[in-house]
C-alpha cells in the first residue's frame, strides 16, 4: 500500500495550492496522519499534522499558512497552503503518524519561484 500526494506545481510567491493525497489498498488502522516535507539537501521534516480526535498541529514555519484536512468518507488527506513563500520549495508526502515504510510514496513536487 503507498499514500500517492499530487497537486503540486510551480506556484509564484504568495500563492496557493492544495494538496492531495489518497490511499489504495487496506491501510489499517491510522491514529494520526501528517504532510511530510523534504527540501533539496535537507532533512524530510513533518509540517501538519491531523489526529481522528480532530486536533492539528502545525510546524512553525507553516503556522497560519497551511490547513490540514481529511475526508474520511474518500479516505483523502489534504493540505492547503496559502501565502506560499521560496521556502517552501519542497517535495510533500503524506504518511501516517509515527511514519511507516510501506506509506511512503513518491510524494508531489512543489516549487515556489518568481
Known amino acids: 500500500v503507498q499514500l500517492q500526494a499530487f497537486g503540486g506545481g510551480l506556484v509564484h510567491p504568495g500563492g496557493s495550492l492544495r494538496l492531495s493525497c489518497a490511499a489504495s489498498g487496506n491501510i489499517g488502522s491510522v491514529n494520526a496522519w501528517g504532510w511530510y516535507r523534504q527540501a533539496p539537501g535537507k532533512q524530510r521534516e513533518l509540517v501538519a499534522s491531523?489526529?481522528?480526535?480532530?486536533?492539528?498541529n502545525y510546524a512553525n514555519s507553516v503556522k497560519g499558512r497551511f490547513t490540514i484536512s481529511r475526508d474520511n468518507s474518500k479516505n483523502s488527506l489534504y493540505l492547503q497552503m496559502n501565502s506560499l513563500k521560496a521556502e517552501d520549495t519542497a517535495v510533500y508526502y503524506c504518511?501516517?503518524?509515527?511514519?511507516?515504510?510501506?506509506?511512503w510514496g513518491q510524494g508531489t513536487l512543489v516549487t515556489v519561484s518568481s
Open positions: 491531523f489526529y481522528v480526535s480532530g486536533i492539528t
Open positions: 504518511n501516517s503518524i509515527p511514519s511507516r515504510v510501506r506509506f
